[in-house]
């Protein structure tokens, strides 16, 4: 049963499928993944996006990167399509190998992958704007500017962008974690007999 895990930025979908995986479930995190492939493919993203976004060894610079994509819709629709399929790729068949469990799909921007229409359910995290902005901030340490643009781009992505045969499961997710573990547990259970989970 493949189920996608959707939300906005620092919602606490990384959080709600730790505690998920605890419960049985296997976690594919679009979101580690792209930085992985992205690492992979440094050399091919300098061709399209110029070599600032590279460090001096190299290696792929994600703010510089993110500065480009997160200022212009254009810019992040080009880097969309360069890795959207390898992601695809990758993620069917962590799908393949993992038939019979609840596969938990985890990405910021999983509406405008093809993997939605792999997708049962999705369990949508939502979160306080402000809560939301200081969890990204103690995290990545960004200027604030950064990060509220970066929350802007997500400004519209909601439940509603996901196909209407898509069940879909709303957790919020506030300061403490222990109601949230909670909420993880029902949830596995509901989809597991839902989905008559080995």
Known sequence: MVVGLGGKSCSGKNR???????????HVDLDKMNHLLLQERSADLAGLFGVGILNGDETLNRMALSRIVFSDQSELEKLERFIHPVIEEETDRVIRENQGNIILVN??????????????????????YGLRLFRAWKRDRRKL????????????????????????????????????????????????TKGEVQ
Do not use: C
């Not at 910021?108 to 049962?120: F, G, I, P």
């Not at 643009?149 to 919020?172: G, L, M």
């Open 107 to 128: 990405g910021a921007v999983l509406h405008k992958s093809a993997l939605v229409n792999r997708m049962s359910s999705l369990i949508w995290i939502s979160s306080p």
């Open 16 to 26: 709600f499928a730790r505690f998920m995986e605890e419960n049985g479930a296997v």
């Open 145 to 192: 500017g950064d990060l509220i643009k970066r929350f802007r781009a997500q400004k519209e992505f909601s439940t509603q962008q996901f196909p209407p045969h898509v069940d879909i499961y709303k957790v919020y997710n506030g300061i403490l974690s222990l109601p949230l573990k909670r909420k993880a547990r029902k949830m596995y259970t509901r989809l597991a």
